[in-house]
Every structure is written in structure tokens, then in C-alpha cells.
């Protein structure tokens, strides 16, 4: 380690992981040698301070069932994570703060996918009250209300109860997270949104020309207004010739997959099958080094400046991940590529969740 003493005093805080969906199937996520990215062991190694808890519900679960789906995540990860004292479920940047003092992970809680308030106001209401400070518009697929940047657009963007949703979300005070979300859905958000928004886990379009990374204008604009971008680790995202690698193994087990699924309709089933699906199209991932990360670090603090970047790993959500980053116990090793890319201290202090930390403090009266 190049800078001990920086890494001690380094607020590490990353916008987004899948972590509690882990917790929720794995009754192995307990024990010491278990393989997810997230665990007491390696954030005490990686000096990991705090994390936004996205918790996932897949849209298959859609209409009617994906408010179910939460409240049972948020069950699991109260009753197996919280209770047991593993992290402490914070709602403002003071508890956060306080938390870490007393040497504890800060857990702020995120839904993820606009279509698990099932189209109520009320409930939305309802996720802020159980302590829920973030939201993404979509997931892979369209909601009822906003266009997702993996599907056809069907809204061109937000449609009018879309826009009161974003409104409502200005209002009580609910992060808007546009990661997923489409262009147009962004930009639609951009034009009514009175508070800055954040992309908690998407990488760089200019350096991987996909259309679930974020592109050069809308960065300007996002940074413009004072809002956050985390850059996701999946390699897929970083580098080009990964994603088409993953395209092709997606064909390559496609019968497999279409086999697998036939006849079934049980979302439970169905999403587990899908994570199985994801575990195999990252064959052959394995060519990507944090520096891969890094350039998409560099190019987003060019493009809107070094106050708007920070981290999304997508941790416990990413089926692979550079070689050597591995988990959350890998901090250290991307402080040290941030100095040898040519970052100060400042600079590094605010990529590794200094920025990330100031944006929550923007919705705090
Ligand atoms: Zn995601």
C-alpha cells in the first residue's frame, strides 16, 4: 500500500450492490470462505465505510407481485444483516457518519427497478417511511410509466404519470436514480426534476458505446446540476470487445436458457434460472484490469469534472469482474492504481465516496 495513512482516514462509500438479494438466497452468505463480493471480513480488509443496499427485484415479478418481493428482501436483510449488528440501516448523512465512528458499516437502502411501487404514489410513500432514500426508474425493461434503455421505447421517455412520480420523489425527498433508464427517460427527468439526480451504477458510453453506459452530454448535464455518477465494475461495461463476448455467449447458451424456462411461470423459478443464464455468459471474461475501470474514472471526471465521479460497483450483482478487483477487500488496490494514474490525495479522497457522501448531503435541509 503507497499511502497507509490515506487509506485509514478514506471515506469508502459505493452507490450501488446486490448484496442483500444474496443474503436472501444464500444460506452460505454466512459462513467465512463464502464467494460473494461482499462480507464482514473482506469490507473490514478493503476498509469499506458505507454502501447504498439496492434492493433487486426483477421485473418478471411484475404486475403484482414485486412489492411482495421487497418487503421480503428488506425482511431478509433486516432480520439476517441488521439485527445481527453486521451494518447499521442509515437514513441521513449524520447517522451515517455516526455509524462509522463507531466503527460500522452505514447501509442506506435503494430499490431497484420503478416498477416495485407497482404504479402507487402511496406506496412509494410507503418504501421512504421504511427508511428507502433512492430509487432507479427501471430496470432492463419498460415500466408503466418510464422507457428502460433495454427495451423498445414505448413512453418516448417519462409519460404523464411518470412525471409525477419524479415530482413526488423531488417532494419527500427520494433519490432519483436513473441508471437503467433511457436517454430520453433521463432527459425528460433533467427538464422537470428540481433537485439533481444520480446514475448510481453506470459506466462510460464515450469508452463502451452500449446503451445501458451514460453518455458524454448527459454527464454534462448530470454534473452541471450537482449530481453523482458511480461507474460500474462489470467488464462488460468497461470494454467493448467484453460486451460483444458476452452477446455471443448469450447466443451460444440461448437453448439452453429457452429449455430451462419453458413452461414455467413461477417469478422465483424464473429469476433464479436467469442468475444461472448470467453466471454462464461471462465465459472467458477474464481480460480486464482495473485499469480498464480506471480509464472510465478518468474520462467521466474530464467530461463533468472531478466533484460528479465516484463508485457503483454493482458488487454481489455482477456476474464477473476485473481480475483484480475482485471483491470489496480490493479497495486498496484501486487506491493505489488511482496514484499511479496520476490522482493527488483530494482527488482520490473524492472519487472513493467523498463525492458520493456531499450528493446525499444536497437533499438535507
Ligand atoms: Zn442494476
Not at 15 to 33: G, L, P, Q, R
Amino acid at each position: 500500500m503507497k499511502n497507509k495513512e490515506l487509506l485509514n482516514e478514506l471515506l469508502i462509500f459505493d452507490a450501488h450492490c446486490d448484496t442483500a438479494n444474496v443474503i436472501f438466497d444464500e444460506s452460505s452468505y454466512f459462513i467465512k470462505e463464502n464467494n460473494c463480493h461482499l462480507n464482514s471480513e473482506k469490507i473490514k480488509k478493503g476498509g469499506l465505510k458505507a454502501q447504498i443496499f439496492a434492493l433487486y427485484v426483477n421485473p418478471i415479478y411484475s404486475p403484482n407481485k414485486s412489492i411482495k418481493k421487497a418487503l421480503l428482501l428488506y425482511n431478509s436483510l433486516d432480520k439476517k444483516y441488521f439485527s445481527k449488528g453486521l451494518g447499521v440501516k442509515v437514513t441521513s448523512t449524520k447517522d451515517m457518519k455516526s455509524t462509522i465512528s463507531k466503527g460500522k458499516l452505514a447501509c442506506w437502502l435503494s430499490l431497484e427497478g420503478g416498477h416495485i411501487i407497482e404504479n402507487s404514489i402511496e406506496i412509494l410513500e410507503f418504501f421512504y417511511l421504511l427508511g428507502f432514500r433512492s430509487m432507479t426508474l427501471t430496470h432492463t425493461k419498460n415500466t408503466d410509466w418510464a422507457d428502460s434503455s433495454g427495451d423498445k421505447p414505448r413512453w418516448d421517455g417519462l409519460n404523464k404519470l411518470g412525471k409525477e412520480i419524479i415530482l413526488k420523489m423531488n417532494e419527500i425527498g427520494m433519490i432519483i436514480d436513473i441508471s437503467h433508464a433511457s436517454d430520453k427517460t433521463v432527459k425528460d427527468v433533467l427538464e422537470i426534476s428540481k433537485m439533481p439526480i444520480m446514475a448510481s451504477h453506470s459506466s462510460s458510453r464515450a469508452l463502451c458505446d452500449i446503451t445501458r453506459n451514460i453518455s458524454d452530454d448527459l454527464i454534462i448535464e448530470i454534473a452541471e446540476r450537482k449530481g453523482f455518477i458511480g461507474v460500474n465494475f462489470f467488464p462488460g461495461f468497461l470494454k467493448k470487445e467484453i460486451n460483444q463476448q458476452v452477446l455471443k455467449n448469450m447466443k451460444k447458451y440461448n437453448d439452453w436458457y429457452q429449455e430451462k424456462i419453458k413452461g414455467q411461470n413461477d417469478p422465483d423459478i424464473l429469476n433464479s434460472i436467469e442468475m444461472e443464464y448470467y453466471s454462464k455468459i461471462v465465459e472467458g471474461n477474464d481480460n480486464v484490469d482495473l485499469n480498464a475501470l480506471i480509464d472510465h474514472i478518468i474520462h467521466i471526471s474530464e467530461v463533468g469534472g472531478i466533484d460528479c465521479v465516484g463508485l457503483g460497483s454493482d458488487f454481489d450483482g455482477i456476474p464477473s469482474t476485473p481480475t483484480d478487483l475482485t471483491d470489496v477487500s480490493c479497495y486498496p488496490t484501486l487506491v493505489n492504481g488511482l496514484f499511479d494514474r496520476g490522482f493527488r490525495k483530494e482527488e482520490i479522497r473524492k472519487i472513493m465516496g467523498l463525492n458520493l457522501f456531499n450528493f446525499f448531503k444536497r437533499f438535507e435541509k
